[in-house]
């Protein structure tokens, strides 16, 4: 084949491949999931794959649906929102003396579940010289509640407002004493326990307070101060309050509090990468595997037909199944790919021995044959050129069967446990019991990524089909 | 070559291939277990050394422990068969799976220990499903497929091949996820868990067992019909385009008849033996499927000896899977023999 023809048949095909609908919507889905798999890093964090697997994921809140469901709920819920240094207002007093200012606009019907107070930087190695801190809150009613007084931190401080002990004793004295609610002492201890202190801060001063809070909307103020010896002794420049959310960025969170969204965006480099992996090694070994039987005949013919037929009426999943057992659940990547090309390539290399057999008994192969080619340039330049097409259509009919079978072994518990794939996830939600508690946001995304995946490469293969089997037109 | 001679030849292919199966996945196997029995050995010792007059006799007479530990260990070791060779293992490992022997699980599964008395317990239930299943799946795609025919090109038949492509992109479990979503937690319409009621009897129990169906089968009807429906209009048309069709139509048999007697009279072997190779498949899709809906069949058993490394479970199961896919292969043969008397004849 010269350049020339290449050329040619490259330009009837694109204008063939104009009048595919199917097609060009394949085309755009998948153009659209290679740019998500190319720029991940850039979409998300490039750290991700790293921490997917780790507990990195503590400061998140976990099971929170997405942010946006506060459009369709008349409930709306406190997303998830980070404070650092940048967003809060700092008075420097003088004298050791700093004042961190935190304005937060409630505007939820069910407020944070929590706030995390943490990356204080001191270099006082003495106990006595470490800085105080003193936290109050200023409320929209005009109230103002002392929640810690004088604690003293240290690097590692990391204070949770709304499960330290400190911070509930005194906002449960401070709501029992402004709502002037009555409380035996049996109760005191149960209502102190059980109670949501959250709920509290940010809820209306009434007799209920304690039972059923009414959100009080408006602007809070935290104010955080902290007393050192010395200037130099604290450095608050990575200093963050984490408002921990009961809903979370574009996807929510799983059970143990990973961004969805994250999961979902990285899950599509593995699964294009399998997917294709798996499509090409297994359409090229079918080719090859069905034009060497048919080109050689004969007793070689015999016996790569029995051992492809063998291949054959094995069920594909069960051994695979067995398999991954045996590598004990911890299947790499590289090794999931070889597993499914294992037995991707055996229908493949049925059509193509007997396209090839119809092939090899044409006049223009006799004719190559009479003028001295040897079996390699009549394989290559005369049968090959003539099946590629047909190889073209399988690569791309076989990348879903590659993608839900990855999918398949990785939901079993069979993949590769620090790799970030969306079978992966959903093992993780079925274990977790995401369907029967309702977590549709993390059941229902990586089974549409897999179904769009899926989809494109049909739409493409079946019109590459069309397009390059013209046979295939009629019906 | 006579049919009874064909039908011969492929039984006996059927067990080679299981009999090789067998043995490859046995090696496997043996290895797997061999570490499996290690740890086992050590945690028995383990347990029994906290035995009261043992820490005595250890503090007392330590050769006389370590003496004891050593005869326990190899009489454990006899237990569980690590004395003998690999090979000898593998090999009569093979022969107790080829005769259906596979051994105890360490748990009870469906209240049973012995793990062919467990898939003894589970076939049925996962024929019951898929069966019921693929016959719903066969009328539905055999009314829409023949629709879609008659109507090759129009609206009804794009539509069918849009929902087909749509459908065939959908993993089969993860709808079943979305359905135990919709209809079990937001609806409330149906139970999450298809695990049917011990305690009923009688027709209390049936309708119990039917009531936990209604969902899996529903996932696995909305994912295969549009599929199927579409590989019927694909064989229906090839059909309807021969020239014996053109005759009965020009000879003014009713248009009924032609499509009903003679077009699916003589589509039906491929459709028949697309409906057994349904099934086979189903078989693979299946073991997730169960698992999700928590159905008591072949594919929890998977799920189950997966999540508590119940090694001979696993053996069990795929050596019966196998065994049942090569079994259908064949009746599909038998099936197509009879309906199209021309493969009969050699091939």
Known sequence: ???????????????????????????????????????????????????????????????????????????????????????????????????????????????????????????ASDVRQKPKMTIILKRPDGNEIVLMKDRRISSNTVIQIATNTEVKNNVFNWAKTTSGVQLNPVEEIKL????????????????????????????????????????????????????????????????????????????????LSVGIAVAVLSVLIGVVYGVASAYFGGWRDELLQRFNEFM??????????????????????????????????????KVARSMALQIKEQTFVEAARALGAGSGRIVFKHIMPQIMPYAFSQMALSVPYAVMTEAALSFLGLGDPTAVT???????????????????WWVIPPGLAIALVGLSFVLLGVALDRILNPRMRTL | MSFAKYLGIRIFNALLVLIFVTFVVSILFVKVAEDDAKTRIAEIINNEARNPSLIRLKANDPEAFEKWKRNRMEQLKREFELDKTFWERVISKTKNTLLLDF????????????????????????????????????????????KAAQKAGKAVDKLLSVLAMLTASLPMWWVGMVFILIFAFQLGLFPASSLPDPNLEGFAY????????????????????????????????????????????????????????????????PIVTNVIIGLLGSLGGAIITEAVFNWPGMGRLYWVALQQSEVNLLMGVTYVTVALFLASMIIADVIYGYLDPRVRVGR
């Open chain 1, 422 to 440: 969306w079978g992966q996830m959903l093992y993780d939600a079925q274990n977790a019991g995401a369907t029967i508690n309702g977590y549709w």
């Open chain 1, 192 to 271: 102190q326990a059980l109670m949501d202190t959250m709920k509290i801060l940010f809820g209306k001063v009434d007799k209920k307070i304690f039972e059923s809070p009414v959100p009080l909307l408006g602007e809070y103020v935290f104010e955080i101060q902290i007393t050192s010896s010395d200037d130099d002794t604290i450095n608050l420049s990575n200093f963050t309050a984490v408002f921990s959310g009961r809903t979370y960025g574009l996807m929510g969170t799983d059970s143990k509090g990973r961004d969805i969204w994250a999961g979902l965006i990285w899950g599509t480099r593995v699964s």
């Open chain 1, 1 to 123: 084949m010269r350049l020339e023809d290449l050329k040619e048949s490259a330009k009837d095909f694109l204008h063939e491949f104009r009048y595919q609908k199917g097609g060009i919507i394949g085309f755009v889905l998948l153009v659209i999931l290679v740019s998500v798999a190319v720029f991940a890093p850039y979409i998300t964090s490039p750290d991700v794959p790293e921490r997917w697997s780790k507990e990195f994921w503590v400061e998140n809140p976990q099971n929170a649906p997405p942010t946006w469901i506060n459009y369709f709920s008349s409930e709306k819920l406190a997303p998830h929102e980070v404070y650092t240094i940048e967003d809060m207002q700092v008075e420097d007093m003088g004298g050791g003396r700093k004042i961190i200012k935190i304005v937060y606009m409630n505007s939820y019907d069910s407020p944070p579940k929590d706030i995390v107070l943490k990356g204080f930087e001191t270099t």
């Open chain 2, 103 to 146: 051994g105890n699980a360490r748990s009870p599964v469906f209240g049973e220990i012995k793990v062919s008395k467990i898939i003894e317990k589970a076939i049925p239930r996962t024929v019951l499903l898929f069966t019921t299943a693929q016959i719903i799946i066969t009328f539905i795609g055999l009314i829409l497929g023949i």
């Open chain 2, 206 to 269: 049936y309708r119990d067992l039917i009531w936990r169906m209604l969902l899996p089968l529903a996932t696995v009807v909305f994912v295969s019909f549009g599929g199927w429906a579409y590989t019927t209009r694909n064989i229906m048309i090839t059909t309807m385009h021969e020239d014996f069709i053109t005759v009965a139509r020009a000879k003014g048999v009713p248009e009924n008849r032609v499509i009903y007697g003679h077009a699916l009279r003589a589509a039906s072997p």
């Open chain 1, 312 to 349: 054959f009426s094995l069920p594909v999943l069960p051994i695979l199944i067995l398999l991954g057992a045996y590598f004990k659940g911890h299947v790499d990547l590289v090794q999931i790919v070889l597993l499914l090309v294992l037995f991707g390539w055996v229908g493949v290399a």
